[in-house]
Nanobody, 124 residues
């Protein structure tokens, strides 16, 4: 079973940037898609971005296209989410998750291992 630990969250002003990291242990991330998800207070958890096992394919929610970039370093067993031009509506707890298969997907049940999350707060 893989353990995932997110970091990099915090408080930032609108228009600012943050870089989230998700470090994995217990199992290699090679061969598995990875994803970032978020959950705001009172809302369901939703997909932000996902990436295939090799990084060649990605998926982004419409709300973050052009502002967020997902990437991975399989040698470091780490996945990243670069967030630029942040907006107050990006405020949420951000989670990373490991997929059950290598291919990119936006379907939450395709992800079986989850981190504890990191809080992102964007002030206006």
């Amino acid at each position: 079973q893989v353990q995932l630990v997110e970091s990099g969250g915090g408080l930032v002003q609108a228009g600012g940037s943050l870089r989230l990291s998700c470090a994995a242990s217990g199992r290699t991330l090679r061969g598995y898609a990875m994803g970032w998800f978020r959950q705001a207070p009172g809302k369901e958890r939703g997909v932000v971005a996902t990436i295939s096992w090799g990084g060649s394919s990605t998926y982004y929610a419409d709300s973050v296209k052009g502002r967020f970039t997902i990437s991975r370093d399989n040698a470091k067993n780490t996945v990243y989410l670069q967030m630029n031009s942040l907006k107050p509506e990006d405020t949420a707890v951000y989670y990373c998750a490991s997929g059950r298969a290598p291919f990119v997907t936006a379907y939450i049940p395709d992800f079986g291992s989850w981190g504890q999350g990191t809080q992102v707060i964007v002030s206006s």
